[in-house]
């Protein structure tokens, strides 16, 4: 993907997700509360996806390796910078997850099994205040939607590229005349 094509991904993403400098600036300052308790929301992760007959496949022999991966990323969630680099990483994840043949849908109920498991860690650290407990949650929820639409790119766009592949294989045209057909006006 072009600088600017990451550019533009980032800018709608964070419209459509209402992941704003506020929310970032907040879970940085949450982050060194939070960040000790990630192992755990991780294990509350992994133990809700060993329920989901689908998932198993992706997991045997391999679940204390995503373990890991899958702390140091939510770290980071909680570290920034959410720059075009962050992005342009999410997008390489997202098409890591497109190689294995990850169902797209296990990107969306992730990301909500994620948001289940931080959410007690949250409200201990939060007590009483439900003011601040929303205000971090909200953070959260705009920073995981983010994330989630810019993998879910990477998927439609390799998903696009591998049917285009099918296509030009079958018919025998070149890349070149279709790239020709399609900017012309017909
Ligand atoms: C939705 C939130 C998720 C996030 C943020 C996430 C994050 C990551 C990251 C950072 C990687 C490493 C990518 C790389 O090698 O560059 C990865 C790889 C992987 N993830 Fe996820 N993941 C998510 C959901 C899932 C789910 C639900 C499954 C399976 C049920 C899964 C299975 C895998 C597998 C199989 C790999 C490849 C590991 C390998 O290279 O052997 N992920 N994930």
Redesign the pocket.
């Known amino acids: 993907m072009e600088t600017t094509e990451i550019t533009e991904l980032v800018d709608s993403a964070r419209l459509f997700s209402g992941f704003s400098s506020a929310e970032e600036k907040l879970l940085e300052e949450v982050g060194p509360e939070v960040i000790p308790h990630l192992s755990r929301v991780t294990d509350e992760?992994y133990k809700a996806?060993s329920v989901?007959p689908?998932?198993?496949q992706?997991?045997d022999g391999?679940t204390e390796?995503?373990k890991t991966?899958?702390t140091?990323?939510?770290e980071y969630v909680f570290r920034g910078p959410y720059d075009d680099k962050y992005a342009a990483?999410?997008y390489?994840?997202g098409h890591?997850?497109f190689?294995?043949k990850?169902p797209l849908e296990?990107?969306?109920?992730?990301?909500t099994?994620?948001l289940g498991a931080l959410t007690p860690v949250i409200a201990e650290s939060c007590g009483d205040d439900m003011q601040r407990f929303t205000r971090i949650l909200c953070a959260i929820n705009a920073a995981?939607g983010f994330?989630?639409i810019i993998?879910q790119k990477s998927y439609q766009l390799s998903t696009l590229e591998g049917e285009l592949d099918n296509f030009l294989q079958v018919t025998g045209m070149s890349r070149k005349l279709f790239d020709k057909l399609s900017q012309t006006n017909l």
Do not use: C, D, P
Request: charged share 15%; glycine share 6%; net charge positive.
């Open positions: 992760f996806l989901v689908k998932a198993q992706f997991l391999r390796k995503l991966t899958h140091n990323w939510l990483a999410m390489e994840v890591v997850h190689q294995v990850l296990f990107m969306e109920g992730g990301m099994l994620i995981l994330s989630l993998m």
